[in-house]
């Protein structure tokens, strides 16, 4: 499973920006995708994912009610819609994939390269 991550750049804060996650390979090796971030100097955290199989998603309550996730069956794409974002939310953000829906980066054995967010002010 290959996982490309793209969509990042600069934003200003209270804007919006999506990044995009296009998923390659078997999808019976996947059944959650997941995005992580991780800012400048801190460690890397857990952010959003979605079952791949019945959308069901969830969300750190950081960004709950800002970020959405979303799904596209048809080309294996997730995408993580930031809306009104902060300069907090500056950060690399990767895109996962695992079979189970968890939260420990360590559930997950596929990842994307990374996409860099800034959000200035």
């Known amino acids: 499973v290959q996982l490309q991550a793209s969509g990042g750049g600069l934003v200003q804060a209270g804007g919006s920006l999506r990044l995009s996650c296009a998923v390659l390979?078997?999808?019976?090796?996947?059944?959650?995708i997941a995005w992580f971030r991780q800012a400048p100097g801190k460690e890397r955290e857990w952010v959003s994912c979605?079952?791949?199989?019945?959308?069901?998603?969830f969300y750190a309550d950081s960004v709950k009610e800002r970020f959405t996730i979303s799904r596209d069956s048809a080309s294996n794409t997730v995408s993580l819609h930031i809306n009104s974002p902060k300069e907090e939310d500056t950060a690399v953000y990767y895109c996962?994939?695992?079979?189970?829906?968890?939260?420990?980066?360590?559930?997950?054995?596929?990842w994307g390269q990374g996409t860099l967010v800034t959000v200035s002010s």
């Open positions: 979605i079952s791949r199989r019945d959308g069901n998603e």
């Open positions: 390979g078997a999808t019976s090796r996947y059944e959650a």
């Open positions: 996962a994939a695992g079979l189970y829906m968890a939260k420990v980066e360590n559930l997950y054995p596929y």
